[in-house]
T-cell receptor, first 116, second 112 residues
Framework: ETGVTQTPRHLVMGMTNKKSLKCEQHLGHNAMYWYKQSAKKPLELMFV???????ENNSVPSRFSPECPNSSHLFLHLHTLQPEDSALYLCASSHALGASLGEKLFFGSGTQLSVL | TQLLEQSPQFLSIQEGENLTVYCNSS?????LQWYRQEPGEGPVLLVTVVTGGEVKKLKRLTFQFGDARKDSSLHITAAQPGDTGLYLCAGGNTGTASKLTFGTGTRLQVTL
């Protein structure tokens, strides 16, 4: 148990559906992240929030829309996805920004998304 | 664009064997992290190294950061089935506080 909970664990959706992924952290952290993990590709950073403010958006298509209503919750809203968006979506949190400076990232178990 | 290449991609060994996983780049990193990801779970941080030439030990795992801070290695002594998982290295740099560059991963299977 890492203190970061993601729901649902598995999601199958059609290309015209709208769905949302949820992440909740119980660690009192101030930074939260969305990563995408595809087969045979390195983890890709999608979005970063610090104190509920988006600080990084890594050229992610607009069909992915993040929301951070407070420092404990992070959502990823999905709309008109493509089959190539099928992947494991991981949420992470850290005490503060600075993952690249050694700040420890705590990951959730991920949502395995399949787009049909 | 910074890239981290890990080798080997796959490794299947028997319990008790030793192994080394490599993480290489042509870029310099100010820090290097190693994670292990078990099936159905997210990555879990094992160690962070920040000084060129640094060696850290975590029980049977030994991590080394290259002198030039462009590469790193993970050595496991007497592997156990519990070591099975995907090993990921991740490099970070000052100036990009939030962004880690993850490696391509090494999938390790340890059998009895």
């Amino acid at each position: 148990e890492t203190g970061v909970t993601q729901t649902p664990r598995h999601l199958v959706m059609g290309m015209t559906n709208k769905k949302s992924l949820k992440c909740e952290q119980h660690l009192g952290h101030n930074a939260m992240y969305w990563y995408k993990q595809s087969a045979k590709k390195p983890l890709e950073l999608m979005f970063v929030y610090s104190l509920e403010e988006r600080v990084e958006n890594n050229s992610v298509p607009s069909r992915f829309s993040p929301e951070c209503p407070n420092s404990s919750h992070l959502f990823l809203h999905l709309h008109t996805l493509q089959p190539e968006d099928s992947a494991l979506y991981l949420c992470a949190s850290s005490h503060a920004l600075g993952a690249s400076l050694g700040e420890k990232l705590f990951f959730g178990s991920g949502t395995q998304l399949s787009v049909l | 664009t910074q890239l981290l290449e890990q080798s080997p991609q796959f490794l299947s060994i028997q319990e008790g064997e030793n192994l080394t996983v490599y993480c290489n780049s042509s870029s310099v990193f100010s820090s290097l992290q190693w994670y292990r990801q078990e099936p159905g779970e997210g990555p879990v941080l094992l160690v962070t190294v920040v000084t060129g030439g640094e060696v850290k030990k975590l029980k049977r795992l030994t991590f080394q950061f290259g002198d030039a801070r462009k590469d790193s290695s993970l050595h496991i002594t007497a592997a156990q089935p519990g070591d099975t998982g995907l090993y990921l290295c991740a490099g970070g740099n000052t100036g990009t506080a939030s962004k880690l560059t993850f490696g391509t991963g090494t999938r390790l299977q340890v059998t009895l």
